[in-house]
């Protein structure tokens, strides 16, 4: 198949033409969009992850016409990464189901404007090859090490409580993933939730055992999340509509080109061919509308981690969600 269309025409018109949603916050209605040219002197700034959208995008030619400038940053998860995003320093990022949570628990001037569903069978509890625990039943007492707030830190959630547990009847090691690859190596810890590219990583270069994922248990979805000031900005909002659309066709297009997805990860992060090659074989991305089923889902994790006390208080996870977009990327999909 071909790659996608780099000009994506019809979408660029629709940023820089076409009238704007409606969003959560009905007190302040999305700006209107700018003209090209104006467009041309927007710098959007998107911060991303360990072989996340920059890698996408290059690996499907969608980084060579932008209709504005974009200035990748790199964090180590997703909550640093929101922190961010609330305070200005990035305008959008890409983070799975549980750091928006977060944020929005701490009141971050965030929303969410996109989201995608990725396989869930790399959200795993990983623990040494030789490691006498079989069952998650097992991990009673034990510490486990997850990035605080990350998607892995609601897949322990999820997969204790399936077990009868809770997140009290073990010690969680908050350490991001360079930290907590460590600390396993090491065995300084006896478990370890993370996601791919880490997940594969771990299994292939320090054998590590799958003890349970997040199949059957975790929702798998990720999003695009832009800070509310990024937002209120005429030209960041038009270069976001374009940004998160071209994002999507992106994800489609990894979709039918794993192997070729898989080579430009490796080269853009000096993973090994093999992990990044794994990690794809288990599926990507891809985008999903940001509907009620998305909504009701994450409520019902922002409420598992409040009944957790995990959480300073009760999270409404949709008065954080802009639909603003919804109908430039449902063009996306029905492609």
């Known amino acids: 198949m071909p790659k996608p269309s780099k000009a994506l025409p019809a979408l660029l018109a629709a940023a820089v033409l076409a009238g704007c949603g409606s969003q959560a916050e009905p007190a302040a209605a999305p700006p209107a969009p700018v003209s090209a040219a104006e467009l041309a002197n927007v710098t959007l700034k998107v911060g991303d992850q360990k072989g996340g959208v920059k890698s996408l995008l290059t690996a499907a030619g969608l980084l060579d016409d932008l209709p504005y400038r974009i200035e990748f940053s790199t964090f180590t998860s997703g909550p640093p990464l929101l922190e961010a995003a609330s305070a200005g320093a990035i305008d959008i990022g890409r983070v799975g189901n549980t750091p928006p949570i977060f944020a929005a628990a701490a009141d971050a001037k965030i929303s969410v404007v996109a989201a995608a569903q990725a396989p869930v069978v790399d959200d795993a509890l990983l623990v040494p090859r030789d490691s006498p625990l079989r069952d998650i039943t097992e991990l009673r007492g034990k510490t486990i090490g997850v990035a605080k707030g990350s998607s892995a830190h609601g897949q322990v959630l999820y ?177």
């Open 159 to 335: 997969n204790l409580r399936a077990a009868g547990l809770s997140t009290k009847d073990v010690k969680l090691s908050y350490l991001q993933p360079a930290d907590a690859f460590a600390a396993f190596n090491q065995k300084a810890i006896d478990a370890w939730a993370v996601w791919d590219p880490y997940t594969s990583q771990a299994q292939q270069e320090s054998n590590a055992r799958v003890l349970t994922d997040g199949v059957g248990k975790t929702n798998g979805y990720v999003f695009q999340v832009a800070g509310r000031d990024a937002l209120a900005d005429p030209g960041k909002n038009s270069a976001l509509r374009e940004y998160v659309t071209r994002v999507a066709e992106a994800q489609k297009w990894a979709d039918t080109h794993r192997p070729e997805w898989a080579a430009a990860w490796a080269a853009e992060t000096g993973l090994k061919p093999e992990v990044t090659g794994a990690a794809t074989a288990r599926g990507v991305e891809l985008p999903v509308a940001l509907d009620d089923q998305v909504l009701k889902s994450q409520q019902e994790l922002a409420d598992a981690f409040t009944e957790e006390k995990l959480l300073p208080g009760a999270v409404d996870f949709a008065a954080f969600a802009d639909q603003r977009y919804s109908d430039d990327l449902r063009t996306v999909r029905e492609k």
